[in-house]
């Protein structure tokens, strides 16, 4: 593999991680930590096998930089996002399943579905507002990071102002 493959294939599997981590499924989200953990292995390694400031080492570095800030946005992200749930969510269909759970009835599957169901429903218009206001910032910044990279990877340049934030 040539050092610009590696620098491609780095980018390739950043941009799936983000992708899989904007689906709404659990399922696609732990394949999106999967590969983004595997993506930061990778650079951490490719970084490790290279001469410093040859390309792959640069963008190595570049990817692992993204990784990291892009993980502290999400992570301020998700306690915003969190506090404004607790705060403002209509939280009575979990208020009734706690009950229920604390009198001794073990609620079934089923009436934890339906409770997770009405939650949703309730507080559709809070979630996609919250999220968009607090979780989208920080895949907006992985794409511009994303693809400030690739395009420059491309190109067989390095990335202008390595140790940069945006």
Not at 21 to 48: E, H, K, N
């Amino acid at each position: 593999m040539n050092d610009n493959q590696k620098n491609i294939g780095l980018y390739v599997l950043l941009s799936l991680g983000v992708v899989l981590g904007c689906l709404p499924d659990m399922t696609m989200q732990s394949y999106s930590a999967l590969v983004i953990f595997v993506a930061l292995i990778l650079a951490y390694f490719f970084r490790a096998r290279a001469k410093k400031d040859d390309l792959v080492w640069h963008h190595s570095t570049f990817v692992v930089r993204t990784i990291w800030i892009w993980s502290l946005f999400l992570l301020i992200g998700m306690m915003g996002a969190g506090y404004i749930m607790q705060t403002q969510g209509d939280m009575s269909a979990v208020d009734r399943i706690m009950e229920a759970a604390s009198s001794g009835i073990i609620p079934s599957e089923a009436d934890i579905e339906a409770a997770s169901q009405d939650y949703f429903s309730t507080n559709y218009d809070l979630i996609l507002r919250t999220t968009l206001m607090w979780l989208a910032p920080a895949q907006v910044y992985a794409v511009w990071r994303i693809f400030k990279g690739l395009s420059r990877a491309l190109k067989g340049y390095r990335v202008q102002n390595l140790r940069g934030w945006f």
